[in-house]
Nanobody
Framework: QVQLVESGGGLVQAGGSLRLSCAAS????????MGWFRQTPGKEREFVAA????????RYADFVKGRFTISRDNTKSTVYLQMNSLKPEDPAAYYC???????????????????WGRGTQVTVSS
């Protein structure tokens, strides 16, 4: 089992920045692909970013490319999402997820992930 706890959400003005953190505990964190997803009321949860267990491979949704950066510190069992140039369409609950198979090609697929945090809310004021 992997337990995930997100933090760092809050209210920020459009154009501003936030850094989300996801602290993992449980089984060996460094073997998991880690992802970030987001969800707004009435919509499906959507992929935002993912990073391989070694940290060498990343993938981003088109709508965050150039603005968001996913990073991880395996020594701290923590993954981060640096969000810059936040837009009015970015507000959502942001969720951290860990996969079970350390398999990056499926990193954008929701069912690929076996462990989820409870989410942290991001609000952007215009």
């Amino acid at each position: 089992q992997v337990q995930l706890v997100e933090s760092g959400g809050g209210l920020v003005q459009a154009g501003g920045s936030l850094r989300l953190s996801c602290a993992a505990s449980g089984r060996a964190f460094s073997r998991n692909v880690m992802g970030w997803f987001r969800q707004t009321p009435g919509k499906e949860r959507e992929f935002v970013a993912a990073r391989s267990w070694s940290g060498g491979v990343t993938r981003y949704a088109d709508f965050v490319k150039g603005r968001f950066t996913i990073s991880r510190d395996n020594t701290k069992s923590t993954v981060y999402l640096q969000m810059n140039s936040l837009k009015p369409e970015d507000p959502a609950a942001y969720y951290c997820a860990a996969d079970r198979k350390s398999y990056m090609p499926d990193c954008t697929i929701l069912p690929h992930y076996g462990f989820w945090g409870r989410g942290t809310q991001v609000t952007v004021s215009s």
